[in-house]
């Protein structure tokens, strides 16, 4: 491996949103900066590699090139995908999809960095959701897999911990980014007797989204924990989002799904 004079960190879905704010920051401030994703993150100050991750064994080898040749400090998992469908009518090949992408992309990532990283410690951020602990409302898939994500980062926190290796997950609320407009939203067709509570759903949440945080606070918080000594295993993103996460905890099930119902419906 070639000497290194700059941290490097590599950013899986670092195009738009999160992802790319987070590439903007580190590289900002000094990093050596390498996003992989199927589109190229615009800033000059960021290497661009391109790997779809849903093909697994391609985004494996281009990260494993990228970390024999430039060291791998911190990895940051951004990439996501989301689809508006109800359960009954959702199709496999979507939802097989959405979580080679949220969730098997992430799990290969880690395996891919993980190996450069046990002799000399690093950080690792899975971009997760709050919508992994509390449902969003035909966004079963998207829910699922993010609560999978926040699972996986748990287990792996006490697994490589004696390495040196901190892993979080960090959970954003709705983020204000291109991200909603590029949901995969079934049709009323499709939807049948559930349209109208579908439509209902995804213009809630694309509100809830709009005006919420921006992606340039959650990548301050990315940043904040690549530098931390000490990571929570799981952080969330703003206070209000903080808040909302102890209350759905503290109160009953049932009391919490009304609630997040009635967001969402109406």
């Not at 941290?7 to 990093?31: F, K, P, Q, Y």
């Not at 960095?113 to 899975?126: A, N, S, Y």
């Not at 602990?133 to 898939?141: G, M, Q, R, T």
């Not at 067709?189 to 559930?194: A, H, L, P, R, S």
Request: aromatic letters at 10%.
């Amino acid at each position: 491996m070639e000497k290194r004079y700059k941290s490097t960190a590599i950013v899986v879905g670092g195009s738009s949103g999160i992802g790319c704010e987070t590439c903007l920051r580190l590289a900002n401030r000094g990093w050596n900066v390498i996003n992989i994703s199927r589109t190229q993150c615009k800033s000059p100050k960021v290497k661009n590699l391109i790997a779809d991750v849903a093909a697994g064994s391609t985004l494996t080898d281009v990260i494993t090139a990228a970390s024999e040749k430039h060291g791998v400090d911190a990895l940051i998992y951004s990439a996501g995908f989301s689809m508006a469908a109800p359960i009954e009518y959702a199709k496999e090949s979507d939802y097989r999809y959405l979580f080679e992408v949220n969730f098997f992309g992430a799990l290969k990532a880690m395996q891919a960095v993980i190996p450069f990283m046990k002799d000399r410690g690093g950080r690792i951020i899975l971009v997760g959701s709050l919508g992994g602990d509390v449902p969003i409302l035909f966004d079963a898939f998207y829910s699922a897999s993010k609560a999978a994500l926040e699972m996986l980062a748990r287990e792996a926190y006490s697994e490589l911990k004696p390495y040196g290796i901190k892993v979080t997950a960090l959970l954003p609320g709705g983020t204000s980014t291109g991200f909603t407009y590029k949901r995969k939203v079934y049709s009323d067709d499709d939807n049948k007797t559930y349209a109208q509570s579908v439509n209902k759903a995804v213009a809630a949440l694309a509100e809830m989204e709009q005006s919420g945080m921006s992606p340039a606070e959650v990548a301050e918080d990315i940043y904040g924990l690549i530098l931390s000594d000490k990571p929570p295993v799981v952080k969330v993103s703003g206070i209000k989002n903080s808040a909302y996460r102890i209350i759905s905890h503290v109160l009953p099930e049932k009391v919490t799904l009304y609630f997040n119902d009635r967001a969402f419906r109406q």
